[in-house]
């Protein structure tokens, strides 16, 4: 998709965000070349803060080629921002529903006409407590599978020193610098024509991600970890030491009982 075909909204949301983010974020764009100058392809980006889509959406929309997000379908309902969430058109994600699939439907069908559709194959703001990629869902992976277009790793940091994980309150001064890397496309053509089972979608996201951290150890300048957080498994073993304190707690709490009672039954037999 050329800039000519961007559309009025694209450009009416490029006026209105663009001067804010220039004023507020410095930047540090890479690999902006390794955006497809044209065919349908999948971002894959991680994701750490509530303002780092905007802050992609400036990079990926100075490369020519905007993005189309998959986001809440509760965004495309309300006023002004349901008006600029369609006219942008982007993607309405159901959640919990039967309309459940009609996203990875729709993002097939924007990959087949040629246009890009960016991820966050994460599904969320990362609960890694360093704030690297966590595990991921396999949504990417199915459309890049089933379409065959090129996956476009991404990774970006600076947008969360501006607004953290989950604050409420920007960090405004000093100003800050969103880096962002774009990798050459991820090589899946192994997992090509092949039964789409859970474990071959989960294999193929592993390869998405893995390269999107790859690119994140390169702007921040350390190692991430060898396995990455898992918020099913961190539940799992919250829920683990929860009930071993409790269990623990048991013991203590009936001597604590017997111990009390102790007093009042020498009493008794006086």
Same mark, same amino acid.
């Given at each position: 998709?050329?800039?000519?075909?961007?559309?009025?909204?694209?450009? *009416?949301?490029?006026?209105?965000?663009?001067?804010?983010?220039?004023?507020? @974020?410095?930047?540090?764009?890479?690999?902006?070349?390794?955006?497809?100058?044209?065919?349908?392809?999948?971002?894959?980006?991680?994701?750490?803060?509530?303002?780092?889509?905007?802050?992609?959406?400036?990079?990926?929309?100075?490369?020519? #080629?905007?993005?189309?997000?998959?986001?809440?379908?509760?965004?495309?309902?309300?006023?002004?921002?349901? %008006?600029?969430?369609?006219?942008?058109?982007?993607?309405?994600?159901?959640?919990?529903?039967?309309?459940?699939?009609?996203?990875?439907?729709?993002?097939?069908?924007?990959?087949?006409?040629?246009?890009?559709?960016? *991820?966050?194959?994460?599904? !969320? @703001?990362?609960?890694?407590?360093?704030?690297?990629?966590?595990?991921?869902?396999?949504?990417?992976?199915?459309?890049?599978?089933? !379409?065959?277009?090129?996956?476009?790793?991404? %990774?970006?940091?600076?947008?969360?020193?501006?607004?953290?994980?989950?604050?409420?309150?920007?960090?405004?001064?000093?100003?800050?610098?969103?880096?962002?890397?774009?990798?050459?496309?991820?090589?899946?053509?192994?997992?090509?024509?092949?039964?789409?089972?859970?474990?071959?979608?989960?294999?193929?996201?592993?390869?998405?991600?893995?390269?999107?951290?790859?690119?994140?150890?390169?702007?921040?300048?350390?190692?991430?970890?060898? !396995?990455?957080?898992?918020?099913?498994?961190?539940?799992?073993?919250?829920? #683990?030491?929860?009930? %071993?304190?409790?269990?623990?707690?048991?013991?203590?709490?009936?001597?604590?009982?017997? #111990?009390?009672?102790?007093?009042?039954?020498?009493?008794?037999?006086?």
């Amino acid at each position: 998709m050329s800039r000519r075909r961007i559309g009025f909204w694209y450009r *009416f949301a490029a006026v209105l965000c663009k001067p804010p983010l220039v004023i507020l @974020i410095k930047r540090d764009w890479r690999g902006m070349e390794n955006i497809p100058a044209d065919g349908g392809f999948i971002t894959a980006v991680n994701h750490n803060s509530h303002v780092d889509p905007f802050a992609y959406a400036h990079f990926q929309y100075n490369s020519g #080629r905007v993005p189309r997000f998959l986001a809440k379908s509760g965004l495309f309902k309300k006023g002004f921002v349901g %008006a600029a969430m369609r006219g942008t058109g982007q993607i309405p994600v159901y959640r919990e529903t039967t309309d459940a699939l009609s996203a990875f439907r729709a993002a097939i069908d924007a990959v087949e006409r040629g246009e890009c559709v960016a *991820f966050y194959p994460e599904g !969320t @703001i990362t609960r890694d407590p360093d704030q690297w990629p966590m595990t991921a869902k396999t949504g990417a992976a199915r459309v890049a599978l089933q !379409t065959k277009c090129p996956v476009i790793p991404v %990774a970006q940091w600076g947008a969360n020193e501006l607004l953290p994980p989950y604050a409420k309150k920007p960090h405004l001064l000093p100003r800050k610098t969103h880096h962002v890397l774009a990798g050459p496309p991820v090589d899946l053509s192994r997992f090509y024509d092949k039964e789409m089972t859970p474990d071959l979608l989960k294999d193929a996201t592993e390869v998405i991600m893995a390269a999107i951290t790859r690119q994140l150890e390169e702007i921040r300048g350390e190692k991430a970890p060898e !396995t990455p957080y898992d918020p099913k498994r961190e539940r799992i073993e919250q829920r #683990r030491r929860t009930a %071993a304190a409790v269990e623990h707690q048991r013991p203590g709490q009936h001597n604590g009982a017997l #111990r009390e009672q102790e007093p009042q039954e020498e009493g008794q037999g006086k």
